[in-house]
């Protein structure tokens, strides 16, 4: 018997936001503002991202699910926790089907339990040595970005790139490493 195989088709993603509400305290509801995506073994990154038009919040998702949907796994940093439970949020919300379950690869979730140490993507790229940098953003430029003018998408879009980027950098070290565990289902 020939069983026929390939590799996995990956996509690391990262999705920027900005709130949108609040329930009290400090619960706030969050709007995508821009997602970036890369395939395992390609160079570019896309990106698509929210612009003051009503019809550009379901063109950017919809880019997105069509991307999603080619993947066998998804992976990025508390990806399971943040950005794919807020992607399918304002999915449903918009009145599109959820996304599907998929085999999901998290750098934050999928660590061994540690004390002392942040879990956060730009300590871990740090404390690796890894190259990739992250873009920070002041007060000031989440304002732009949250507000949609064009020098804060344009600074909203480099942040979302750069974190696909140091991404797939710190997924690859912390596999080298024997660092992440198994990927896991995630379902919606």
Sequence with gaps: MRINSRPLRVLTF?????PLGW??????HQEITVIAWHWAGTDPVEVRTLRKDDRS????LRAFRREYDKADMVCGHYIRNY???LVNAMLVEL???????????????DLPRMKGVSKSQENLAAMFGLVEPKVH???PSWREANRLTAAGVEKGVERAAYDVAQNV???TELIRRRLLGPPRVWRP
């Excluded at 990262?14 to 900005?18: A, K, L, Q, V």
């Excluded at 329930?23 to 706030?28: E, P």
């Excluded at 009145?95 to 979730?109: Q, R, V």
């Design 14 to 18: 990262d999705c920027e936001s900005r």
């Design 23 to 28: 329930l009290g305290s400090d619960h706030v």
């Design 57 to 60: 919040r379901l063109t950017m």
């Design 83 to 85: 950005d794919l439970p």
């Design 95 to 109: 009145g599109e089907p959820g996304l599907s379950p998929k085999l999901s690869s998290d750098t934050k979730n």
């Design 137 to 139: 953003m002041n007060v």
């Design 169 to 171: 950098a710190l997924r």
